[in-house]
Structures are given as C-alpha cells and as structure tokens.
C-alpha cells in the first residue's frame, strides 16, 4: 500500500510540475525590483515675488537607471494639488480620496538616470506655510498593489522665521510695553482678589495634611504631589493642632470656589465642594517657586497670601482631537495634568472621524480592526487609507491606534479624580468615514456567513445611494445615512457601550456630543432608502429636512439613557435657500429639545460672525468655541516656516486672552489672512442679549490633530496658547472688556496683559518645563527691527533670553545675550532662549 501511494505521489507531482514552475514563474514577475529603495524625495522652497513656491525633488540615489513604469506614487495634501506648466505634460496627479493623491509618469519611454533628480512642480492653491506641503509619499508597483513602500524624505527645512515676521512681532511687542516690567501674579489663572503679605512659610516633609474624609481624594493627590517635590509623603491626618499644616476645611464658598490664606501656621484652604478645595491646591502648586519641579527640595516657601476665589464660568473646556492624527494615552494624561493645573474641568473627546476611531466598543470589534488602522491596502475591508501623510505601513503611532475599554476607563478615573468631566464626542452623521467603512467590513463578513440579518443589524449606509458629493475634506462616502433603523441602533450600541465605561470608572456622564458639522451639499439625494422615508413621512419636507429628524432621533436615543445631546453649532440650524443662495439659518423649532450647541464658527465674510449670539438669544445653551481666538492648531504666525493650520487666521497666546465672551467684536481685528478688519464689520451684526449671557455656559478651546504627526508637536500646539484660554475661561471680567474702542492701547489693557505675560513668562513656563516630566512648549520668536545701520530686538514675554552672532552662525547658550542696539554691520542671528536653554525659531537680518 504504501509502494502505491508513493508512486501515486510522484505521478501526481509529475504532473503538478508545469504548474508549479509557472506559479514560480508568476511570483518572479511580481517580485518588486526594489526602486523605492533607491528613490527619495524632498522639497525646494524657491521664492516667486513675496510667495514661496515648492518644488518636489524625486532623486535616484543608485547607480543604476529606474524605468518609470510600473509604479506610482501615492501621497496625502491637506489642500488639492496641481501640476504647473509642462509638468502636466509628463505626470498625471489623481486624487483618489479624502487627501489621498496619486501621481504617475505619463510616458514609459522616461527613465531616471543613476544620480539624476527630476524636478516635479506641484503647487497648492492659496499655499500659505509649509504644513500645507504634501507628506507621506510612499511607492506602489503595479504588479504589486496591495502593498506600500515609503519614501525616504530628505527635505531640510529652515529653521527661521521670515524678517518681516520678526518686524511685526518686534511692533506688537514695543506697541504693548510698558515702562516698567510688572511683577507675576503667584496664582494663577487670575483670582477673583488676592493680597501677599509680608512673610513665607516654609513647607518641609514634617508639614501634615489635615482633611476630613470629605476631602480625602484631593489629600491624597496633594501628598503624592508633595512626595514628589520633598522625597517624602506627608502624612493625612482627619484632626491636628499642631504646626506647621496644611488644612483642607469644610466651609462657605460658591460653586467650585475657594479660600486660601497662607501665614506662620501654614495653609488653610476652605470650600464647600470637593471640586474648590482642588483648585485651592492647584493654586498651591503656582505659589510654590517654579523650579521646585526641576529637582528634589528640602523645604519649599510658601509666600503669606489672602485669596478668595472662584470662576467665571462652569464650563471651562478644552478639546482634543485623537481621531485625525492618534495621540497615546500617555498624552493624553499629561493634558489632563496641565488642565488640572490651570482649572479646566471639561476634556471635550474627539473620538472619531473620516479618518479613525479610537475607542474599542464591546459587540464591535470591526471598529477597531478596521476603523483605528490606516495603512496602504487593496482590501477596502482591512483598514482605512493613509491620511496626513500617516504612510502605507500601518504601525505608524499616529496614523493607527486607539484605546482599549481599560485605557479608557483609566483615562476616565484620572480625569475624575481631578475634577475634569470627559464629554466623549463621536460625530455624525458627517465626518464618519471611520464608523462607515468598519460597519461594511462587519457587513461583508457576515454576509460571507450567509448571516443577512446579523450584516444589517447595524449598516451605517444605503447600498443603492447613487448620491455625489464631497467633503471639505474631500471625502465622497464619509456621511451616514439617517433613514434607516440600522444607523440608530449603531448609535444606541455606541452610547450604550460608553455608558457602561463611565459606570465602571465612576465618572460623571451627563452629555454626549454627537458631531453635526460640515455635512456636504449632496448627501442623501438619491438614497432610496431616503426619498421612501420622505414618502412616508411628509413633515420631513425635502431631503433638508433629513437634519432635522436625524438629530431628533439622536436626542431620542440619548434621553432613553438618561443622557442631553450637545453638538456642534449646526444641530441648532437647518440648511435653506435664501436668495438663491443654499444656507445654513437658525431652526428655532429645536430650540426647546435642550440642546447645547458648540459654536466654532465666527469667520469674517460668511455671515456667522454672530452665530453664538444668534443662538444664545434664541434660547440655546452655547459653548463659546470660536475659531478665532480659540482654535489651537492655527498658526502662532503667518511664517511660511511656522507649524500649524491657518484656514481660519492665526492664534497666538494673546488672541485666547483678549478674547471677551459677552462681546467678542471688539478685539476682532483682523480676518484669516491677518488683514485688518474694521468695526463697521459687525455693525449689523447680533448682539448678545443681557439675559441670554446665562445661555453662554462656558468657553473651549480646541487642538485638531490633522498637523500633530510628531511626539513634540502636541506640547507645542498647545503652550503656552492653553494658558491664555485657562485665563479667560476662570479669570472675572476684566476693566478692558468693557470699553468699545482702543483696547489694545488702554492703560488697563497694557497692565493686564504684562502681568499674564510677566507670570507666564517668569513663573508658569519655567514651572511647565519640569512640571509632570516636561512640557516642550513653543518658545517664541524675537521681536527684530533692522534699519539705519541698527538692529534693535524685543521678547514677547520676559524671562527669556535673547542672544544673537554677528558672523552668520547659530546662536547657542553662550553667544552674547541682547541688551542693547546692535550696531556691527553683517549679518545678525538672534534667537530666544528658555531658561533652561532651549531655544525657538531663529531671524536672520543684514545689518548693513
């Protein structure tokens, strides 16, 4: 028998052979021939008039010529990209998706030559810095397409910043100066009145936390704090009269307030709420001096003050964007750290969009298999594509990940326990190319199972919507469909889901945010599953009307859950045509289902630079969220070489500080290109009414993450801009706010921006340097005037440094600090130093 299976075995394999030689031969002709290892790209920042124009540099670094068929190249641009001149000639650039391109040689006769660089010229309309520039090429061969090779990128870019730029930041810097430097405040944000006194107390390891079980949580954050700083855990004792101590008392003070008073028996701290007693501490932590973090202390004084204090508004938020671009959890919690310094209490989750999902849901694994992944693949089921140039590979950090139910719980335990609400967003119906594209992967492995009903249970999409649209984004499948029973029990399994989480961490979950913003002109008109609804249903009107019933099926899901609907500003809107023209108008027959509405928009020109008070006025509860003065990823400055977005002008520390809530014209000053903009503007514009201030129910700044591809890039974005925020968010009113002209040049405008800026400068930045194992901050680029033969220099905060070289060379930690004009003729680099001798963006000017 085992004669005959043998020779049944060769008789087979004789006859296999041929074929397997040819599956042999079939793999040989796949096999890539390695060019993308050979290839490299960079760009060539050349200057066309006043606008720098990129050129794309595609260079063959071997010695051998690579043909340039059978391969393209595929990469990610915020911005539509365009070839110029005869390059459209020789490529062709396809845009495939969202911000996906490609871009293929148009004839195969070309070759790259050993060495030889090719010179492609793409230009992005309106391009304004290089963040703009697209990233993530990567190689794709032909007979090879379900995988991505990256490109090397070789680009060196200039670390300096434009001298007209460091003029007009030498301008504002001289415009707001005062005399004298005025001296910090030693707590911080601002309080409602404090008073030093003559004296210090000396906090040592022996000082005791007294606390009632009340307050035992904020002691034991208080003692780990302390153990940090001294080396030893001070002990938490329920009753002591003995000195020194620090006393956490139960008594009267308003919502979220406190008192501290500080003197020779140490520190009493008094509120009613668990919350006061908190930021009593974390007004502490900004009295004790700012290098107490830098090293271990012996002892650390505590200066005699009075404070009493409590904030503004209750809501005092700040959102983080994990979606675009993933940020770990690690920084997640040291945002939550910097928030609880400052007394931010609402960390405002965006969890979700076109471009990722980062939260494991229990009964939906798809949506992290599929949804958290972005990555080069020719199976539309295995994950999303590359975004912002995230790349083909699908381990990079950024472009892929997301949070486990227990990485979630735990975020939420931290930021409970530091009186920090987390409102979870997950947007739709836009903006849910993520969820979408998961829920077709569930879809498709159930129908393989021959399981229809399980596939549809929860079906983001219509399979027969013929629709056409395009995002802002540019997305053409990225909006679930509203008329089908399937999208609402995704959202009920979703909600219900995080519910459970909040439950198990202990955490408060009163709101959710359901998204609501740009939904393209489009969607749903040729969705059967739509215009059959509409048939049905004829108070929907048309496939407007579609807005309307999906957020007042959303609200219906939420109230079930005990839970209120909070969105951006368009689920208070309907879409209309008014003068011919398709519009977003105020829809005051959903202003009873209690909605909150978070209002971004206030742009120059589009007719909502008085939509939050629009709102307010017509009874919805809105959470000021203004783009800006309170969009965190726009550029510091319009630099070519300054990081961030810019689509909406440019956010410096100063723009969330000067911005006033009640009236927000009279420090608009300039539109999204940084032009000046006259009061005339908002003559006509709505005014917030008196007794709808008590609808504006807090303040958010926001960090969309499309530029945040970099470890560092988080920390830069975010200081010390959030500073500014955190002032304006808990800080009372200040005198300046009132006035209606000359703000910027008011003594009382002057006087309070030099003391932010003194104790920014002198106290909180040095502290954020070490506090929490380091922030990495942006520091700011010198204020440069040049003429006459002189060059003059200011800071935008004190407690840096100025030093500059006057032979071209960078300056470093022992070039020669500025202190008065330079007049060596040559050419001048200046650069700011930190105190611990980081140094930003440095200006480059020709003295001559």
């Known amino acids: ?268 701290i008094t509120a009613s709420q668990a919350a006061g007693i908190f930021y009593g501490i974390q007004s502490l932590k900004t009295m004790l001096p700012p290098k107490a973090w830098a090293a271990r202390q012996t002892s650390l004084l505590v200066p005699f003050v009075k404070v009493s204090d409590a904030p503004r508004f209750g809501h005092r938020a700040f959102m983080l964007d994990v979606a675009r671009n993933f940020q770990s959890k690690p920084k997640v919690l040291k945002v939550l750290d910097v928030m609880a310094l400052y007394k931010m209490n609402v960390l405002h989750f965006h969890l979700n969009d076109d471009e990722g999902w980062r939260l494991e849901i229990d009964g939906l694994p798809e949506l ?62 836009g903006h849910a190319r993520a969820a979408i594209k998961s829920m077709d992967a569930r879809y498709n492995n159930y129908i393989k199972k021959g399981l229809k009903a399980e596939a549809e249970q929860y079906l983001l999409r219509d399979m027969a919507d013929s629709s056409v649209y395009r995002s802002v984004q ?145 009874g919805f509860k809105v959470v000021l969220s203004n783009v800006t003065n309170m969009y965190l990823d726009m550029a510091y400055n319009n630099s070519f070489y300054e990081h961030g977005m810019n689509w909406a002008g440019f956010v410096n520390v100063d723009k969330p500080f000067y911005f006033i809530p009640y009236n927000y014209y009279t420090t608009t000053t300039e539109n999204e290109y940084g032009e000046p903009v006259p009061q005339s503007v908002f003559k006509n514009k709505a005014k917030l009414k008196d007794e709808a201030k008590q609808n504006i129910v807090g303040l958010q700044s926001a960090l969309w993450s499309e530029t945040l591809y970099a470890d560092s890039l988080i920390d830069y974005m975010l200081l010390p801009k959030l500073l500014g925020a955190a002032e304006r968010s808990w800080a009372k009113a200040p005198e300046w706010s009132t006035l209606t002209d000359s703000i910027f040049t008011s003594t009382q405008y002057k006087q309070d921006w030099a003391k932010f800026a003194s104790t920014i400068g002198t106290r909180e930045l040095p502290r954020l340097a070490h506090y929490k194992g380091g922030y990495q901050y942006r520091i700011f680029e010198p204020g440069v005037e040049c003429s006459n033969g002189v060059v003059k220099a200011n800071a935008q905060l004190p407690g840096f440094t100025i030093r500059y070289t006057t032979n071209g060379s960078e300056p470093n930690q022992n070039s020669p600090a500025y202190k008065t004009l330079i007049t060596t003729k040559g050419t001048i680099t200046l650069k700011v130093f930190d105190q611990q001798g980081r140094s930003g963006k440095k200006v480059v000017v020709q003295n001559n």
Do not use: C
């Open 1 to 268: 028998m085992r004669n005959l299976l043998l020779k049944n075995y060769r008789t087979k394999l004789t006859l296999l052979l041929p074929f397997m030689l040819m599956i042999f031969s079939v793999k040989a002709q796949v096999a890539n021939p390695g060019y993308h290892t050979a290839l490299s790209y960079s760009w060539e920042i050349n200057t066309q008039g006043s606008k720098p124009v990129p050129v794309l540099l595609l260079s063959n670094n071997s010695g051998s010529a690579i043909p340039v068929s059978g391969w393209s190249i595929y990469f990610n641009s915020i911005k539509k990209t365009l070839l110029v001149g005869e390059d459209s000639l020789k490529y062709q650039i396809s845009h495939l998706n969202g911000d996906l391109f490609r871009i293929k040689f148009k004839s195969a006769q070309v070759t790259l030559k050993p060495n030889e660089t090719f010179r492609i010229n793409i230009t992005v309309p309106e391009l304004r810095n290089f963040t703009e520039v697209a990233k993530g090429f990567y190689l794709v061969y032909d007979n090879d397409a379900g995988k991505g090779y990256p490109l090397k990128n070789t680009t060196v870019l200039t670390n300096s910043i434009e001298p007209e730029i460091a003029l007009a930041s030498y301008q504002k810097n001289a415009q707001l100066s005062l005399p004298t430097q005025v001296p910090p405040s030693l707590v911080f944000p601002s309080p409602v009145s404090y008073s030093v006194q003559k004296g210090t107390f000396a906090l040592t390891a022996k000082t005791v936390i007294v606390a009632p079980d009340k307050f035992k949580s904020e002691a034991e954050l208080l003692a780990t704090e302390l153990e940090g700083l001294l080396g030893t855990r001070p002990s938490i004792v329920s009753k002591s009269n003995s000195a020194p101590a620090i006393k956490l008392v139960e008594g009267n003070s308003p919502a979220e307030g406190y008192s501290l008073v500080a003197d020779a028996k140490g520190v009493t």
């Open 474 to 618: 540019g997305w053409n499948d990225n909006v679930l469909n509203p008329a089908m029973p399937s999208t609402y029990a995704f959202i009920k399994k979703v909600t219900s889901e995080i519910a459970k989480m909040y439950a198990d961490a202990g955490a408060p979950l009163k709101t959710i945010h359901m998204g609501g913003d740009e939904v393209p002109e489009g969607v749903w008109a040729k969705s059967p599953e739509v215009n059959k609804l509409m048939a049905q249903d004829a108070g929907i009107g048309s496939v407007y009307g579609m807005w309307k019933y999906y957020f007042g099926k959303v609200n219906d899901v939420l109230k079930e859950q005990g839970l209120s609907l909070y969105g951006w500003e368009e689920i208070g809107l309907k879409r209309t045509v008014v003068n011919n023209r398709k519009r977003w108008v105020l829809d005051t027959t959903v202003a009873n289902r209690g909605y909150t509405t978070d209002v971004w928009n206030n742009i120059i020109g589009t007719g909502a630079e008085d939509l939050a008070y629009n709102l307010a006025n017509n």
């Open 368 to 429: 992290t298999q599929v949804g958290s992944k972005r990555g080069h693949s020719v199976d539309k089921f295995a994950m999303l594509p590359p975004s912002y140039g995230s790349g083909p590979e699908s381990d990079n950090p950024f472009g892929s990940g997301y949070f486990s139910r227990a990485d979630y719980v735990e975020i939420l335990k931290y930021a409970t326990a530091r009186h920090i609400t987390v409102i979870p967003e997950i947007e739709t119906p």
